[in-house]
């Protein structure tokens, strides 16, 4: 099982719709990354997190220590926003990054 | 302020050959990591760096992978005796001072080993 799981792996959307998208893990944490990645293949990063909820734009991301998830919304979508969105935690014990494997979003106008 | 740069972009090289890849950090950044993303698989911690330091090597594979980030100019990291398993993206990202800062990634070097 992967320390790090993204759910769905894929996911397409009309534009305009609310976009949820899951990361749950299993190690303990001191931060939690959402990253985008776009087709040509360059990563940006979106939030560092280590506790609540954060919002740039029409992005917001949120973490429950307690629970061990965190969620990347986007209001309003785009199909601008289609990309590899990656969540990747930085673990407590080994100051290392663990990524997840990607939600593929693809919207459509 | 120039973002995180990698060169080359691209890199094709035959089995046995050997590969340089470049990661100059963003101005005033310190520490320096590398990541492979296998095709279909998410990225993979490599190496930590600063400056004429290896911090933690961990990710790295045991033969043929070295990292340096010297004084003076980019970090390389370097596989010797490529083969096809090795073809991949390596990004590279870099963070000012302070370990917990958010890192910023270059565009990545996809290699592909024929």
């Known amino acids: 099982k992967n320390e790090v799981e993204q759910s769905p792996q894929n996911l397409t959307a009309q534009e305009g719709e609310f976009i949820t998208i899951n990361c749950s893990y299993s190690v303990g944490i001191s931060a939690l990354h959402w990253l985008q990645q776009h087709p040509g293949g360059g990563i940006v990063s979106l939030f560092m997190?280590?506790?609540g909820k954060k919002k740039h734009g029409r992005l917001i991301a949120t973490i429950n220590i307690q629970e061990k998830h965190s969620s990347l919304h986007i209001t309003a979508s785009h199909p601008r926003d289609s990309a590899v969105y990656i969540c990747a935690v930085r673990s407590r014990n080994t100051d290392k990054l663990i990524f997840g494997t990607g939600t593929r979003l693809q919207v459509f106008p | 302020n120039a973002g995180v740069m990698q060169n080359p972009r691209h890199l094709v090289r035959r089995r046995g050959q050997e590969a340089r890849l470049r990661c100059s950090p963003m101005?005033?950044?310190?520490?320096v990591y590398w990541y492979r993303q296998l095709p279909e698989e998410g990225l993979k911690f490599m190496v930590y760096l600063q400056k004429e330091n290896i911090i933690d090597e961990s990710g790295m594979p045991k033969e043929r992978f070295s990292a340096e980030f010297p004084k003076e100019g980019p970090s390389i990291l370097r596989i010797q005796q490529v083969v096809r398993g090795d073809s991949a993206a390596y990004f590279c990202a870099s963070s000012p001072l302070f370990l917990t800062d958010t890192q910023y990634f270059g565009p990545g070097t996809r290699l592909t080993v024929l």
């Open positions: 101005k005033g950044h310190s520490h």
């Open positions: 997190l280590s506790s």
